[in-house]
């Protein structure tokens, strides 16, 4: 197969010194897991589009994590040359992502094998996701005198300056972690231009080897396809509904107690828009939200709100899409994002959305076109957006068009040769570092 990529890849114009076989690797969660569901989010559906349309411009690529469950295959192909290898190292349930760096060595250990069956130069770059995965990285790549590119999707120092209000602190452990990958890593990939500052800023990461490439959005999947009628109708919602929706991971960073509190303002105003709203939150409880999972239903009881909040559990991909269709403004107010792929998803499918300004949601969403960005966490500011939509029913329909068009610059393929240029840069570097 690797004469038919090279030759794939010349004949669609990538670096000649770009890679024929990457391995990927991500420790902590798998990209076989549904998003939405423990740890498993953003970086997932990341890491399986990237590696899906890079192996349709070229590049194999072999994605390296942890097993979770005995009932898969050592080795399981996820699409045409993208392949997702399990690496055993320690038990397949009850380790949290806080355990897991006592079992890098182990994780480690599983990928030198993998190696160690293949011929020399069998890989011909690492691109390592998160911190955990950037030492095992590291080691990797030292080890095969091949370049390390890294993708640090979140950081503990931007992360920490922004907690929420109950929030579990990174370690001090993460923190000298991500400041070793930033030093060993050849190459550094960011999400945003305000992410590469942050790395420079943070963890004085070397800006010549720090590139921005934006991720992208399955723009098969994600679009506005029959309508929010026809997704109402599926999912059994009411036509005449204000349908402000949440979607994610059920965690503090996440923030959706602010809807409920903002839920809880509107109906204050208006009581009788309580016949006429269903707020979904569509998603499980991850990270520190785990210590109390039940923590948003006793909310939306004690806020005397449970009526009009409708939990769902996390879903694939496609009925999420249906979800967002069905929306009538997406509310997004985290604490922290390294992009937030969320809002790009659902403005793909035509749906406007109201999110914090942190991290890259300024990039994701055209503030006053796409959606609302709101400086802060105060409740009444996402109460007072969300009070648009009810004055004015057009409003969902007109800036979702907008959020559309705004959505079809993020596609994956674009990401992908972007991320393509990257590697080439790397290899060609390399003797020189």
């Known amino acids: 197969m690797s004469s038919y990529v090279t030759r794939l890849g010349r004949r669609l114009g990538l670096p000649s010194r770009g890679p024929r076989r990457v391995a990927m690797l991500s420790v902590h969660t798998s990209p076989l897991h549904q998003p939405g569901t423990g740890d498993a989010g953003g970086m997932n559906v990341y890491i399986v589009e990237l590696a899906t349309q890079l192996a349709a411009i070229g590049i194999e690529v072999e994605i390296f994590t942890r097993a979770t469950t005995g009932a898969l295959?050592?080795?399981?192909?996820?699409?045409?040359?993208?392949?997702?290898?399990?690496?055993?190292?320690?038990?397949?349930?009850?380790?949290?992502?806080?355990?897991?760096?006592?079992?890098?060595?182990?994780?480690?250990?599983?990928?030198?094998?993998?190696?160690?069956?293949?011929?020399?130069?069998?890989?011909?770059?690492?691109?390592?996701?998160?911190?955990?995965?950037?030492?095992?990285?590291?080691?990797?790549?030292d080890r095969w005198g091949v370049p390390l590119v890294h993708a640090m999707h979140t950081m503990a120092k931007v992360k920490n300056a922004a907690l929420a209000e109950g929030d579990t602190p990174e370690p001090a452990a993460r923190v000298i972690g991500e400041t070793q990958i930033v030093r060993a890593a050849d190459r550094l990939i960011a999400n945003t231009a305000e992410e590469a500052g942050e790395l420079v800023r943070h963890y004085d990461a070397a800006p010549e080897r720090t590139a921005v490439v934006h991720p992208g959005v399955n723009l098969g999947r994600f679009r506005p396809g029959d309508g929010r009628a026809a997704a109402r109708a599926r999912l059994g919602l009411p036509q005449d509904a204000l349908i402000p929706l949440f979607a994610g991971r059920i965690q503090p960073l996440k923030a959706p107690d602010v809807l409920l509190h903002a839920v809880r303002g509107l109906l204050d105003e208006d009581p009788s828009l309580r016949e006429r709203l269903v707020v979904p939150i569509v998603g499980g409880p991850s990270g520190s939200g785990l210590a109390k999972p039940e923590g948003l239903q006793k909310l939306a009881a004690r806020l005397g709100i449970a009526d009009v909040i409708c939990f769902r559990p996390p879903v694939g991909q496609d009925q999420l899409a249906d979800w967002y269709r069905a929306a009538s403004v997406l509310v997004m107010p985290?604490?922290?994002?390294?992009?937030?792929?969320?809002?790009?998803?659902?403005?793909?499918?035509?749906t406007p959305v109201i999110a914090a300004a942190v991290g890259g949601l300024p990039v994701a969403v055209r503030d006053g076109v796409s959606g609302f960005l709101i400086a802060g966490h105060e409740p009444s500011e996402y109460a007072r957006a969300l009070r648009r939509f009810v004055g004015n029913p057009e409003l969902s329909a007109r800036m979702g068009e907008a959020a559309a068009r705004h959505a079809r610059g993020f596609g994956w393929e674009a990401a992908a040769r972007g991320t393509a240029e990257v590697y080439g840069e790397a290899i060609a570097a390399r003797p020189a570092r």
């Open 73 to 141: 295959a050592p080795a399981v192909e996820l699409s045409p040359g993208v392949l997702v290898r399990h690496v055993d190292a320690g038990p397949y349930e009850g380790l949290t992502k806080e355990e897991l760096p006592a079992q890098l060595c182990a994780f480690t250990h599983g990928v030198m094998q993998a190696w160690a069956g293949h011929r020399p130069g069998y890989y011909d770059l690492v691109h390592s996701h998160y911190w955990l995965s950037g030492h095992v990285g590291w080691l990797a790549a």
């Open 334 to 350: 985290s604490y922290s994002e390294s992009f937030g792929l969320v809002a790009i998803e659902a403005q793909a499918c035509g």
